[in-house]
T-cell receptor, first 112, second 115 residues
Framework: NAGVTQTPKFRILKIGQSMTLQCTQD?????MYWYRQDPGMGLKLIYY???????DKGEVPNGYNVSRSTTEDFPLRLELAAPSQTSVYFC???????????FGSGTQLSVL | GENVEQHPSTLSVQEGDSAVIKCTYS??????FPWYKQELGKRPQLIIDIRSNVGEKKDQRIAVTLNKTAKHFSLHITETQPEDSAVYFCAAPAPLTSGNTPLVFGKGTRLSVIA
């Protein structure tokens, strides 16, 4: 199993541009999450999904959108990028709500 | 909702000494308490977890203890080594009343092991 795969690993955006961070998992996990981690800080939940077709907002959803059309894929969309969205983004998945989180390798995003 | 507080925020120990990181939680119904380790530039990875039916769990040099009455759990690392240097996060489940919201993370502890 590849686990959780995120692309791209690095990206630089200009203010106002848009992009999609891709996340896919091959473990047949129902639960998927997007976190952001600012330098030297903890993990903040952006959006999560408990299954295909179901998404919910986390702690910091503003400026982002997600979709979950399949069990495997959970892309994160940034519209009108702002410098405040400069961060490292982690996608993660779990089999169940109180189970081990498997993280992707992260996407380092800079908005200039 | 669940509130998870983690202390200390930074911790420096001499190689070979022990390190203890403590977390408190607010929801008495929480039953699952994991610890994640994040090395510099890497993704967080689960190192140990405990469920409320036990008070302690060990895995080689790391152990987690749980006190449900006091609503706190701790990570213990013995015989620390330089490769233990990392940021450690505790977590606890959000209340079921909040829906399917996943784990709530503490703010992290940066552990430095000095050789």
């Amino acid at each position: 199993n590849a686990g959780v795969t995120q692309t791209p690993k690095f990206r630089i955006l200009k203010i106002g541009q848009s992009m999609t961070l891709q996340c896919t998992q091959d473990m047949n996990h129902n639960y998927m999450y997007w976190y952001r981690q600012d330098p030297g800080m903890g993990l903040k939940l952006i959006y999560y999904s408990v299954g295909a077709g179901i998404t919910d907002k986390g702690e910091v959803p503003n400026g982002y959108n997600v979709s979950r059309s399949t069990t495997e894929d959970f892309p994160l969309r940034l519209e009108l990028a702002a410098p405040s969205q400069t961060s490292v983004y982690f996608c993660a998945s779990t089999r169940g709500r109180e189970e081990k989180l498997f993280f992707g390798s992260g996407t380092q995003l800079s908005v200039l | 909702g669940e509130n998870v507080e983690q202390h200390p925020s930074t911790l420096s120990v001499q190689e070979g000494d022990s390190a203890v990181i403590k977390c408190t939680y607010s929801d008495s119904a929480s039953n699952y308490f994991p610890w994640y380790k994040q090395e510099l530039g890497k993704r967080p990875q689960l190192i140990i977890d405990i469920r409320s039916n036990v008070g302690e769990k060990k895995d080689q040099r790391i152990a987690v203890t749980l006190n449900k009455t006091a609503k706190h759990f701790s990570l213990h690392i013995t015989e620390t080594q330089p490769e233990d240097s990392a940021v450690y996060f505790c977590a606890a489940p959000a209340p079921l009343t909040s829906g399917n919201t996943p784990l709530v993370f503490g703010k992290g502890t940066r552990l430095s092991v000095i050789a």
